[in-house]
């Protein structure tokens, strides 16, 4: 896997798990987590060739998944979406807003 790759998989999975988990101080030590790595990226932004979200979206998505966050896990019951719901410049805008992007995550997903 790639540096560039590695990194937006690292932020998507902060997303996501700040998305998943119901405790409110978790869900903020994740979306704290994820502006230092969007941060991270506007200071040094990956090649978008080098970048491919869907691929860096699944990642993200088993990094989050882990069992070791499942008993944190509890928000809502999410089936979450095989692509991603963000694009890189997304990711790279710099007025992107961390809390509404957790919940356009949280409303991606299939809720069961």
Known sequence: MNASLERVRDVLAELIKAALVSDDRKSLGFRDAARAGLAGLAADPPDAGT?????????????AEAPEFRPDEGQVNLTLPRQSPLSLSDLLDPGLDVDR????????ASTG
């Open 51 to 63: 970048v491919r979200m869907d691929g860096a979206w699944t990642l993200a998505i088993q990094a």
């Open 101 to 108: 992007t957790v919940d356009r995550i949280r409303k991606s």
